[in-house]
């Protein structure tokens, strides 16, 4: 993984899911991080449910967080629901913080 791959994962490590206590993710709600050469970043990401609460606060944080990156010029985060999120997507570290 590049470096300002890895910064753009350590910062999305820092935003939690309000209604599980796991980083979104080891959950698995990030589908996609690409960096164009101009530095622009693409994400895809989804969320447990479309009926979630956060749904428009958790995208949000996710780009303002990736923003706070030095080299980052842009973030394009598009929500998506296709594959929908399921428990297997989770990493297993968060499997075992939930004792799944």
């Known amino acids: ?42 994400i895809e990401m989804t969320l447990t449910s479309p009926n979630c609460p956060v749904a428009e606060e958790l995208p949000n944080t996710v780009k303002k967080n990736v923003l706070k990156i030095p080299e980052i010029k ?10 929908p999120w399921t428990k297997d997507k ?3 570290a968060a499997k075992l913080e939930l004792n799944l």
């Open 1 to 42: 993984m590049s470096e300002i791959k890895q910064k753009i994962v350590s910062e999305i490590k820092k935003i939690y899911d309000p209604e599980i206590p796991v980083n979104i993710y080891e959950l698995g709600l990030i589908y996609k991080i690409e960096v164009n050469e101009q530095k622009k970043v693409n």
């Open 74 to 83: 842009d973030v394009d985060l598009k929500l998506v629901w296709d594959p």
């Open 90 to 92: 989770m990493s297993e």
